[in-house]
Protein backbone atom coordinates (compact mmCIF):
# COMPACT_ATOMS: atom_id res chain seq x y z
CA UNK A 1 0.00 0.00 0.00
CA UNK A 2 2.97 2.50 1.06
CA UNK A 3 4.53 1.74 -2.09
CA UNK A 4 1.30 2.23 -4.22
CA UNK A 5 0.43 5.05 -2.46
CA UNK A 6 4.17 6.87 -3.60
CA UNK A 7 3.43 5.60 -6.65
CA UNK A 8 0.30 7.18 -6.76
CA UNK A 9 2.14 10.79 -4.95
CA UNK A 10 4.57 10.89 -7.33
CA UNK A 11 2.14 10.59 -10.37
CA UNK A 12 0.61 13.68 -9.62
CA UNK A 13 3.65 16.07 -8.58
CA UNK A 14 4.85 14.74 -12.05
CA UNK A 15 1.25 15.98 -13.46
CA UNK A 16 1.41 18.95 -11.05
CA UNK A 17 4.64 19.68 -12.15
CA UNK A 18 3.78 19.18 -15.85
CA UNK A 19 1.08 21.28 -15.68
CA UNK A 20 3.13 24.10 -13.86
CA UNK A 21 5.34 23.67 -16.67
CA UNK A 22 2.77 24.11 -19.54
CA UNK A 23 1.31 27.49 -18.07
CA UNK A 24 4.79 28.13 -17.84
CA UNK A 25 5.94 27.69 -21.22
CA UNK A 26 2.28 29.11 -22.36
CA UNK A 27 3.06 32.57 -20.28
CA UNK A 28 6.49 32.66 -21.61
CA UNK A 29 5.42 31.66 -25.53
CA UNK A 30 2.74 34.73 -24.96
CA UNK A 31 5.80 36.77 -24.18
CA UNK A 32 7.91 35.77 -26.39
CA UNK A 33 5.25 36.42 -29.54
CA UNK A 34 4.10 39.95 -28.65
CA UNK A 35 3.63 42.13 -31.23
CA UNK A 36 1.79 44.73 -33.03
CA UNK A 37 0.31 42.41 -35.35
CA UNK A 38 -0.86 42.84 -38.59
CA UNK A 39 -1.80 45.93 -39.86
CA UNK A 40 -3.72 47.18 -42.74
CA UNK A 41 -5.57 50.52 -44.05
CA UNK A 42 -7.13 51.47 -47.48
CA UNK A 43 -5.44 54.52 -48.40
CA UNK A 44 -6.81 56.16 -51.84
CA UNK A 45 -7.82 53.31 -53.88
CA UNK A 46 -5.07 51.51 -52.62
CA UNK A 47 -6.33 48.56 -49.70
CA UNK A 48 -2.50 47.86 -48.08
CA UNK A 49 -0.57 45.62 -46.07
CA UNK A 50 1.98 47.80 -43.78
CA UNK A 51 3.07 45.08 -41.42
CA UNK A 52 2.42 41.66 -40.78
CA UNK A 53 4.28 39.16 -38.24
CA UNK A 54 6.50 36.68 -40.01
CA UNK A 55 9.32 36.56 -36.95
CA UNK A 56 9.71 33.16 -36.17
CA UNK A 57 10.97 32.74 -32.70
CA UNK A 58 13.79 30.09 -33.13
CA UNK A 59 15.82 31.92 -29.99
CA UNK A 60 15.42 34.47 -27.34
CA UNK A 61 18.24 36.50 -25.33
CA UNK A 62 17.59 38.54 -22.23
CA UNK A 63 19.00 41.30 -20.72
CA UNK A 64 17.96 43.18 -17.13
CA UNK A 65 18.88 45.21 -15.00
CA UNK A 66 20.47 47.62 -16.73
CA UNK A 67 23.38 45.14 -17.41
CA UNK A 68 24.36 44.80 -21.44
CA UNK A 69 26.58 46.20 -23.75
CA UNK A 70 26.80 47.38 -27.30
CA UNK A 71 28.69 44.39 -28.19
CA UNK A 72 27.05 41.90 -26.68
CA UNK A 73 23.94 43.35 -27.99
CA UNK A 74 24.74 43.20 -31.06
CA UNK A 75 26.12 39.92 -31.18
CA UNK A 76 22.75 38.33 -29.78
CA UNK A 77 21.10 40.34 -32.70
CA UNK A 78 23.30 38.93 -35.44
CA UNK A 79 23.83 35.01 -33.73
CA UNK A 80 19.73 34.96 -33.34
CA UNK A 81 19.23 36.48 -36.63
CA UNK A 82 21.90 33.47 -38.12
CA UNK A 83 19.44 31.50 -36.47
CA UNK A 84 16.57 32.19 -38.51
CA UNK A 85 15.04 34.47 -36.22
CA UNK A 86 13.89 35.23 -32.38
CA UNK A 87 13.29 37.68 -29.63
CA UNK A 88 15.90 40.26 -27.95
CA UNK A 89 14.62 41.09 -24.60
CA UNK A 90 15.37 44.32 -22.30
CA UNK A 91 14.26 43.95 -18.65
CA UNK A 92 13.62 46.65 -15.79
CA UNK A 93 16.66 48.68 -15.84
CA UNK A 94 18.65 51.84 -17.36
CA UNK A 95 20.92 51.06 -20.50
CA UNK A 96 23.39 53.25 -22.05
CA UNK A 97 23.94 51.80 -25.39
CA UNK A 98 25.87 52.70 -28.42
CA UNK A 99 24.22 52.10 -32.03
CA UNK A 100 22.62 49.04 -31.99
CA UNK A 101 22.14 47.24 -35.22
CA UNK A 102 18.82 45.67 -36.54
CA UNK A 103 19.09 42.37 -38.39
CA UNK A 104 16.42 40.53 -40.00
CA UNK A 105 13.76 38.74 -38.12
CA UNK A 106 14.45 40.06 -35.08
CA UNK A 107 11.93 41.43 -32.51
CA UNK A 108 13.16 44.00 -29.44
CA UNK A 109 10.82 43.92 -26.78
CA UNK A 110 11.26 46.32 -24.17
CA UNK A 111 9.90 45.16 -20.56
CA UNK A 112 8.61 47.98 -17.86
CA UNK A 113 10.58 50.56 -16.18
CA UNK A 114 13.14 50.08 -18.95
CA UNK A 115 15.38 53.79 -20.29
CA UNK A 116 17.48 53.86 -23.15
CA UNK A 117 20.23 56.51 -22.98
CA UNK A 118 22.89 56.82 -26.24
CA UNK A 119 26.21 56.23 -25.86
CA UNK A 120 28.31 58.77 -27.29
CA UNK A 121 31.41 57.56 -27.24
CA UNK A 122 33.07 57.91 -30.48
CA UNK A 123 30.54 60.70 -31.35
CA UNK A 124 27.76 58.15 -31.76
CA UNK A 125 24.29 59.68 -31.78
CA UNK A 126 22.59 57.07 -32.75
CA UNK A 127 20.62 54.15 -31.00
CA UNK A 128 18.44 51.57 -32.78
CA UNK A 129 19.63 51.43 -36.77
CA UNK A 130 17.62 49.59 -39.28
CA UNK A 131 19.19 48.60 -42.23
CA UNK A 132 21.77 51.94 -42.59
CA UNK A 133 25.11 51.52 -43.47
CA UNK A 134 26.29 54.86 -45.81
CA UNK A 135 29.56 53.23 -46.86
CA UNK A 136 28.51 49.91 -48.01
CA UNK A 137 25.25 48.87 -50.14
CA UNK A 138 24.04 46.12 -47.67
CA UNK A 139 21.48 43.98 -48.57
CA UNK A 140 17.65 44.86 -47.27
CA UNK A 141 16.88 43.61 -44.09
CA UNK A 142 13.40 42.65 -43.33
CA UNK A 143 10.94 41.49 -40.90
CA UNK A 144 12.00 43.50 -37.65
CA UNK A 145 9.99 44.71 -34.88
CA UNK A 146 11.11 46.83 -31.61
CA UNK A 147 7.63 47.02 -29.35
CA UNK A 148 7.38 48.41 -25.54
CA UNK A 149 5.71 45.02 -23.51
CA UNK A 150 3.24 47.27 -21.96
CA UNK A 151 0.09 48.52 -23.48
CA UNK A 152 -0.65 51.50 -21.17
CA UNK A 153 1.15 54.61 -22.04
CA UNK A 154 2.12 55.05 -18.51
CA UNK A 155 4.74 52.19 -18.79
CA UNK A 156 5.91 52.67 -22.41
CA UNK A 157 10.04 52.72 -22.31
CA UNK A 158 11.78 55.78 -22.29
CA UNK A 159 14.78 56.99 -24.90
CA UNK A 160 16.37 59.47 -22.53
CA UNK A 161 18.34 62.81 -24.53
CA UNK A 162 18.91 64.78 -21.77
CA UNK A 163 22.73 64.05 -22.10
CA UNK A 164 22.92 65.72 -25.43
CA UNK A 165 22.50 69.78 -25.73
CA UNK A 166 19.93 71.52 -27.73
CA UNK A 167 20.63 71.47 -31.66
CA UNK A 168 22.77 68.67 -30.92
CA UNK A 169 22.12 65.64 -33.00
CA UNK A 170 20.29 62.41 -31.82
CA UNK A 171 18.61 59.67 -33.43
CA UNK A 172 16.43 57.57 -31.11
CA UNK A 173 15.41 55.10 -34.65
CA UNK A 174 17.51 55.29 -38.06
CA UNK A 175 14.90 53.80 -40.31
CA UNK A 176 16.58 53.13 -43.98
CA UNK A 177 16.97 49.66 -46.01
CA UNK A 178 14.18 47.90 -44.25
CA UNK A 179 10.86 46.04 -45.37
CA UNK A 180 8.26 45.10 -42.94
CA UNK A 181 9.22 46.52 -39.68
CA UNK A 182 7.03 48.32 -36.49
CA UNK A 183 8.58 50.14 -33.68
CA UNK A 184 5.71 51.24 -30.94
CA UNK A 185 5.19 52.11 -27.34
CA UNK A 186 7.93 54.25 -26.50
CA UNK A 187 8.88 57.88 -25.16
CA UNK A 188 11.34 59.95 -26.54
CA UNK A 189 12.68 62.77 -23.74
CA UNK A 190 14.09 64.86 -26.22
CA UNK A 191 16.38 67.80 -25.21
CA UNK A 192 15.29 70.01 -28.74
CA UNK A 193 18.06 68.41 -30.59
CA UNK A 194 18.84 68.14 -34.22
CA UNK A 195 17.01 64.95 -35.91
CA UNK A 196 13.66 63.77 -35.99
CA UNK A 197 13.42 60.86 -33.36
CA UNK A 198 11.97 58.30 -35.77
CA UNK A 199 14.02 59.11 -39.06
CA UNK A 200 13.33 57.67 -41.82
CA UNK A 201 15.86 57.97 -44.66
CA UNK A 202 17.25 56.13 -48.08
CA UNK A 203 20.13 53.82 -47.60
CA UNK A 204 21.91 56.22 -50.14
CA UNK A 205 25.81 55.00 -50.62
CA UNK A 206 28.29 57.65 -49.08
CA UNK A 207 30.94 58.89 -51.31
CA UNK A 208 33.32 61.40 -49.24
CA UNK A 209 33.29 64.92 -49.22
CA UNK A 210 34.03 67.35 -52.08
CA UNK A 211 36.96 70.44 -51.62
CA UNK A 212 34.36 72.53 -50.44
CA UNK A 213 33.45 70.07 -47.13
CA UNK A 214 30.09 68.75 -48.74
CA UNK A 215 29.27 65.67 -47.93
CA UNK A 216 28.24 63.78 -51.51
CA UNK A 217 26.29 60.12 -52.24
CA UNK A 218 25.84 58.05 -54.95
CA UNK A 219 22.42 59.61 -56.58
CA UNK A 220 21.55 56.15 -57.81
CA UNK A 221 20.98 54.56 -54.48
CA UNK A 222 18.23 56.68 -53.21
CA UNK A 223 16.04 54.11 -54.32
CA UNK A 224 17.10 52.02 -51.33
CA UNK A 225 14.53 52.86 -48.75
CA UNK A 226 11.81 52.05 -45.69
CA UNK A 227 8.74 50.28 -46.93
CA UNK A 228 5.93 48.65 -45.69
CA UNK A 229 6.23 50.02 -42.07
CA UNK A 230 3.97 51.02 -39.02
CA UNK A 231 5.20 53.74 -35.73
CA UNK A 232 2.37 53.31 -33.39
CA UNK A 233 1.93 54.28 -29.89
CA UNK A 234 4.54 56.88 -29.28
CA UNK A 235 5.04 60.21 -27.88
CA UNK A 236 7.72 62.53 -27.33
CA UNK A 237 8.56 66.22 -25.43
CA UNK A 238 10.75 68.66 -25.92
CA UNK A 239 11.20 68.63 -29.90
CA UNK A 240 13.08 71.06 -31.53
CA UNK A 241 11.19 73.33 -33.73
CA UNK A 242 12.52 72.42 -36.95
CA UNK A 243 12.20 68.45 -36.18
CA UNK A 244 9.54 65.58 -35.31
CA UNK A 245 9.02 62.55 -33.46
CA UNK A 246 8.30 61.19 -37.08
CA UNK A 247 9.83 62.32 -40.28
CA UNK A 248 10.05 60.09 -43.83
CA UNK A 249 12.46 61.52 -45.84
CA UNK A 250 12.13 59.00 -47.70
CA UNK A 251 9.70 55.78 -47.61
CA UNK A 252 6.76 53.54 -49.16
CA UNK A 253 3.48 52.38 -47.63
CA UNK A 254 3.77 53.58 -43.89
CA UNK A 255 1.42 53.75 -41.20
CA UNK A 256 1.38 56.07 -38.62
CA UNK A 257 -1.30 56.48 -35.59
CA UNK A 258 -1.67 57.67 -31.85
CA UNK A 259 1.21 59.91 -31.97
CA UNK A 260 1.41 62.59 -29.47
CA UNK A 261 4.06 65.66 -29.47
CA UNK A 262 4.75 68.58 -27.13
CA UNK A 263 6.58 71.14 -29.30
CA UNK A 264 8.15 71.33 -32.64
CA UNK A 265 6.26 68.81 -35.07
CA UNK A 266 4.37 65.37 -34.15
CA UNK A 267 4.97 63.55 -38.26
CA UNK A 268 6.76 65.51 -40.95
CA UNK A 269 6.58 64.23 -44.50
CA UNK A 270 9.62 66.45 -45.73
CA UNK A 271 12.08 64.96 -48.18
CA UNK A 272 15.31 66.22 -47.24
CA UNK A 273 16.22 69.40 -46.30
CA UNK A 274 15.71 70.81 -49.79
CA UNK A 275 18.61 73.19 -49.69
CA UNK A 276 21.03 73.38 -52.87
CA UNK A 277 23.23 70.45 -51.64
CA UNK A 278 20.65 68.03 -50.39
CA UNK A 279 21.61 64.99 -52.85
CA UNK A 280 18.18 63.55 -51.87
CA UNK A 281 16.24 66.18 -54.18
CA UNK A 282 19.40 66.39 -56.72
CA UNK A 283 17.97 62.84 -58.68
CA UNK A 284 17.09 62.99 -62.07
CA UNK A 285 13.85 61.21 -61.48
CA UNK A 286 11.27 62.95 -58.99
CA UNK A 287 10.20 59.46 -57.88
CA UNK A 288 13.05 58.10 -56.09
CA UNK A 289 13.28 58.29 -52.86
CA UNK A 290 9.66 60.48 -52.37
CA UNK A 291 7.07 59.36 -50.20
CA UNK A 292 3.99 57.56 -51.34
CA UNK A 293 1.13 55.61 -49.96
CA UNK A 294 0.71 56.74 -46.33
CA UNK A 295 -1.65 56.18 -43.74
CA UNK A 296 -1.87 58.70 -40.55
CA UNK A 297 -4.52 58.34 -37.81
CA UNK A 298 -4.91 60.37 -34.29
CA UNK A 299 -1.88 62.76 -34.24
CA UNK A 300 -1.14 65.47 -32.04
CA UNK A 301 0.99 68.66 -31.17
CA UNK A 302 1.00 70.86 -27.82
CA UNK A 303 2.85 73.96 -27.54
CA UNK A 304 4.29 73.67 -31.08
CA UNK A 305 4.50 74.25 -34.80
CA UNK A 306 2.48 71.48 -35.62
CA UNK A 307 0.73 67.91 -36.02
CA UNK A 308 1.27 66.89 -39.13
CA UNK A 309 3.51 69.14 -41.46
CA UNK A 310 4.12 68.26 -45.44
CA UNK A 311 6.62 70.03 -47.97
CA UNK A 312 7.24 68.41 -51.07
CA UNK A 313 10.67 70.33 -52.03
CA UNK A 314 11.69 67.92 -55.61
CA UNK A 315 9.95 65.01 -54.80
CA UNK A 316 6.16 64.17 -56.39
CA UNK A 317 4.81 62.71 -53.21
CA UNK A 318 1.54 60.86 -53.71
CA UNK A 319 -1.40 59.19 -51.92
CA UNK A 320 -1.27 60.21 -48.88
CA UNK A 321 -4.37 60.03 -45.92
CA UNK A 322 -4.33 61.51 -42.65
CA UNK A 323 -7.45 61.72 -39.82
CA UNK A 324 -7.79 62.61 -36.74
CA UNK A 325 -5.09 65.57 -35.98
CA UNK A 326 -5.20 68.01 -33.18
CA UNK A 327 -3.46 70.30 -31.58
CA UNK A 328 -3.33 72.88 -28.59
CA UNK A 329 -1.99 75.96 -28.32
CA UNK A 330 0.67 75.32 -31.20
CA UNK A 331 0.93 77.58 -34.89
CA UNK A 332 -1.33 75.08 -36.35
CA UNK A 333 -2.86 71.70 -36.63
CA UNK A 334 -2.19 70.94 -40.55
CA UNK A 335 0.72 72.16 -42.27
CA UNK A 336 0.84 72.07 -46.00
CA UNK A 337 4.03 73.56 -47.16
CA UNK A 338 5.02 74.56 -50.95
CA UNK A 339 7.68 73.45 -52.20
CA UNK A 340 10.48 76.88 -53.10
CA UNK A 341 13.87 75.00 -54.66
CA UNK A 342 14.82 77.25 -57.02
CA UNK A 343 14.70 77.10 -60.22
CA UNK A 344 11.43 76.37 -60.10
CA UNK A 345 11.49 73.76 -62.80
CA UNK A 346 12.42 71.17 -59.52
CA UNK A 347 9.73 71.87 -57.48
CA UNK A 348 7.60 68.93 -56.61
CA UNK A 349 4.16 68.51 -54.51
CA UNK A 350 1.48 65.98 -52.84
CA UNK A 351 -0.61 64.38 -55.09
CA UNK A 352 -3.91 62.24 -54.40
CA UNK A 353 -3.56 63.41 -51.07
CA UNK A 354 -6.77 63.75 -48.47
CA UNK A 355 -6.84 65.42 -44.96
CA UNK A 356 -10.10 64.57 -42.51
CA UNK A 357 -11.11 65.61 -39.02
CA UNK A 358 -8.96 68.45 -38.17
CA UNK A 359 -9.21 69.83 -34.73
CA UNK A 360 -7.69 72.79 -32.78
CA UNK A 361 -7.48 74.47 -29.60
CA UNK A 362 -6.27 77.38 -28.25
CA UNK A 363 -6.29 77.93 -24.29
CA UNK A 364 -3.26 80.73 -23.86
CA UNK A 365 -4.63 84.55 -24.28
CA UNK A 366 -3.40 86.58 -27.19
CA UNK A 367 -1.59 88.62 -24.85
CA UNK A 368 1.04 90.82 -25.69
CA UNK A 369 1.63 93.85 -23.74
CA UNK A 370 2.96 93.96 -20.15
CA UNK A 371 3.81 97.86 -20.33
CA UNK A 372 7.54 97.36 -21.12
CA UNK A 373 9.46 97.15 -24.33
CA UNK A 374 9.86 93.33 -23.64
CA UNK A 375 7.84 90.80 -25.02
CA UNK A 376 5.96 88.58 -22.97
CA UNK A 377 7.55 84.55 -23.45
CA UNK A 378 4.91 83.03 -21.55
CA UNK A 379 1.83 84.34 -24.11
CA UNK A 380 4.11 83.00 -26.68
CA UNK A 381 3.30 79.17 -26.65
CA UNK A 382 3.90 77.80 -30.55
CA UNK A 383 6.92 77.25 -31.70
CA UNK A 384 7.70 78.76 -35.83
CA UNK A 385 9.86 79.40 -38.66
CA UNK A 386 10.30 82.88 -40.21
CA UNK A 387 7.39 81.56 -42.86
CA UNK A 388 4.87 80.83 -39.92
CA UNK A 389 5.71 84.52 -38.71
CA UNK A 390 4.33 86.09 -41.76
CA UNK A 391 0.64 85.11 -40.71
CA UNK A 392 1.25 86.18 -36.95
CA UNK A 393 -1.73 88.02 -35.54
CA UNK A 394 -2.13 91.87 -35.48
CA UNK A 395 -1.29 91.73 -31.95
CA UNK A 396 1.83 90.34 -32.04
CA UNK A 397 2.93 92.41 -35.13
CA UNK A 398 2.05 95.88 -33.44
CA UNK A 399 3.83 95.20 -30.89
CA UNK A 400 7.32 93.93 -32.27
CA UNK A 401 6.70 97.66 -34.36
CA UNK A 402 6.04 99.35 -31.44
CA UNK A 403 9.31 98.21 -29.70
CA UNK A 404 11.57 98.21 -32.58
CA UNK A 405 10.68 102.00 -33.45
CA UNK A 406 11.13 102.79 -29.79
CA UNK A 407 14.73 101.76 -30.23
CA UNK A 408 17.54 103.98 -31.24
CA UNK A 409 19.58 102.61 -33.53
CA UNK A 410 16.64 100.30 -34.48
CA UNK A 411 16.89 96.75 -34.47
CA UNK A 412 16.63 93.58 -36.68
CA UNK A 413 12.77 92.71 -36.54
CA UNK A 414 13.53 89.21 -35.45
CA UNK A 415 16.08 89.73 -33.09
CA UNK A 416 13.08 91.12 -30.97
CA UNK A 417 11.01 88.13 -31.21
CA UNK A 418 11.34 85.48 -28.91
CA UNK A 419 13.30 82.47 -29.47
CA UNK A 420 12.23 78.92 -29.01
CA UNK A 421 13.78 76.47 -26.25
CA UNK A 422 16.30 75.50 -28.94
CA UNK A 423 16.96 78.91 -29.74
CA UNK A 424 16.89 78.00 -33.46
CA UNK A 425 13.83 79.48 -34.30
CA UNK A 426 10.89 81.21 -32.85
CA UNK A 427 7.80 81.39 -30.41
CA UNK A 428 4.30 82.71 -31.44
CA UNK A 429 0.76 82.76 -31.04
CA UNK A 430 -1.24 79.61 -33.00
CA UNK A 431 -2.28 81.11 -35.94
CA UNK A 432 -5.14 78.59 -37.09
CA UNK A 433 -6.05 74.94 -37.52
CA UNK A 434 -4.86 74.80 -41.10
CA UNK A 435 -1.91 76.42 -42.60
CA UNK A 436 -2.18 76.08 -46.60
CA UNK A 437 0.80 78.33 -48.00
CA UNK A 438 0.95 76.02 -50.92
CA UNK A 439 -2.39 77.19 -52.16
CA UNK A 440 -2.50 81.14 -53.37
CA UNK A 441 -6.07 81.19 -51.43
CA UNK A 442 -9.18 79.18 -51.09
CA UNK A 443 -10.36 79.90 -54.57
CA UNK A 444 -7.23 79.72 -56.29
CA UNK A 445 -3.76 77.66 -55.97
CA UNK A 446 -2.19 79.96 -58.19
CA UNK A 447 0.18 79.85 -61.07
CA UNK A 448 3.75 79.78 -59.43
CA UNK A 449 5.46 76.44 -60.06
CA UNK A 450 5.50 74.29 -56.70
CA UNK A 451 1.98 75.24 -55.46
CA UNK A 452 0.04 72.21 -55.43
CA UNK A 453 -3.84 71.17 -54.35
CA UNK A 454 -4.50 68.35 -51.66
CA UNK A 455 -8.11 67.79 -50.12
CA UNK A 456 -9.10 69.41 -46.67
CA UNK A 457 -12.11 69.39 -44.95
CA UNK A 458 -14.81 72.26 -46.00
CA UNK A 459 -14.52 75.18 -43.01
CA UNK A 460 -17.31 73.68 -41.41
CA UNK A 461 -16.07 70.25 -40.57
CA UNK A 462 -12.48 72.05 -38.68
CA UNK A 463 -13.56 71.88 -35.46
CA UNK A 464 -12.37 75.07 -32.61
CA UNK A 465 -12.64 72.95 -29.46
CA UNK A 466 -13.81 75.51 -26.92
CA UNK A 467 -10.62 77.77 -25.91
CA UNK A 468 -9.90 81.35 -26.86
CA UNK A 469 -9.13 81.33 -30.76
CA UNK A 470 -11.10 83.67 -32.68
CA UNK A 471 -9.31 83.38 -36.04
CA UNK A 472 -9.69 81.92 -39.70
CA UNK A 473 -9.80 77.80 -39.90
CA UNK A 474 -7.69 78.07 -42.68
CA UNK A 475 -4.88 80.88 -43.95
CA UNK A 476 -3.34 80.52 -47.32
CA UNK A 477 -0.28 81.81 -49.22
CA UNK A 478 -2.05 85.16 -49.82
CA UNK A 479 -2.39 86.35 -46.53
CA UNK A 480 1.22 86.41 -45.65
CA UNK A 481 2.34 90.40 -44.58
CA UNK A 482 5.44 92.24 -43.95
CA UNK A 483 6.12 92.24 -40.08
CA UNK A 484 6.86 96.14 -39.89
CA UNK A 485 4.17 97.56 -42.67
CA UNK A 486 1.60 94.64 -42.80
CA UNK A 487 1.71 95.02 -46.44
CA UNK A 488 1.01 91.71 -48.58
CA UNK A 489 4.53 89.96 -48.64
CA UNK A 490 4.81 90.04 -52.36
CA UNK A 491 8.18 88.48 -52.00
CA UNK A 492 7.41 85.83 -50.31
CA UNK A 493 4.02 85.03 -51.86
CA UNK A 494 5.54 85.00 -55.39
CA UNK A 495 8.87 83.58 -54.62
Known amino acids: MNYNYQNLQNTCYKQVF ?21 HTATVGTKNLTFFTDNITVNATKVFKNGIATTNDVNSEIQ ?17 TLGQINLKSNIRIEVGNNVTFIIDRSGNNNT ?31 EIDLSNFDPLETATPFKVAYVKNFAISRFIIKDNYTL ?5 LVADSKFLGRDETGRLNYDLS ?12 NAKATGIGTGY ?11 YFENLEGEQGITVRLE ?9 LNLTSSQKMGSIDDVYIKNVSNKLGFAALFIKPHAKICNNIYATDLYAENSLSTLYIASASLLPQSRRGKFT ?13 VNRVSNGTNNLVASNYPADSGLEGLRFMTELHRQKLVTVRNSRSPKPGVYSLIVRDAGGERYKTHPIAPIMYTARFSKNTIGNITGRYNVSIPNENDIEVLGGVFSGDKVVYRSEARVITTAAEDTDYIFE
Not at 25 to 34: G, M, W
Not at 79 to 95: A, D, E, P, Q
Not at 221 to 232: D, H
Not at 244 to 254: D, E, T
Open 127 to 157: LFNLGRDANNLQGVISNVEIIGAAESSSTWF
Open 18 to 38: LIGMALLCLNFSAIAQKTIGK
Open 352 to 364: NTKFENISFKQTI
Open 271 to 279: PGSGKSNDD
Open 244 to 254: ALVQPFSGKRL
Open 221 to 232: TFNRIPIQGVVK
Open 79 to 95: RISNLGGGVVKFLTGTY
Open 195 to 199: NPSVF
